[in-house]
């Protein structure tokens, strides 16, 4: 059974940081591209940070320079560190997981951050 649990969520003020944390089970964790999405209420889901196999990692323009995502295939473990964090930040975060073979899927719960006064 595939899991991918977040954790590290939570209430902070802006100017404050989080650290994500998204725990992966019964896939083979090396192999996935890992990326971390957000959704804030009546918006869509976008992308925030990726991270491929081999380590290369991409990220949306407004969270550039403030979020830094890391995996851990020892721990079959994916990290977002949030630093700066800003009001227009607030959104359920979260974690996925992509392979290209059999276009194969998955998706963590999510993980509310807030970043609020």
């Known amino acids: 059974q595939v899991q991918l649990v977040e954790s590290g969520g939570g209430l902070v003020q802006p100017g404050g940081s989080l650290r994500l944390s998204c725990a992966a089970s019964?896939?083979?964790?090396?192999?996935?591209?890992m990326g971390w999405f957000r959704q804030a209420p009546g918006k869509q889901r976008e992308s925030v940070a990726s991270?491929?196999?081999?380590?290369?990692?991409n990220y949306r323009a407004s969270v550039q320079g403030r979020f830094t995502i890391s995996r851990d295939n020892a721990e079959n473990t994916v990290y977002l560190q949030m630093n700066s964090l800003k009001p227009e930040d607030t959104a359920v975060y979260y974690c996925k997981a992509a392979r290209r073979i059999f276009n194969t899927i998955y998706w963590g719960q999510g993980t509310q951050v807030t970043a609020s006064s």
């Open positions: 991270i491929t196999r081999g380590g290369s990692t």
């Open positions: 019964g896939i083979s964790f090396s192999t996935y591209t």
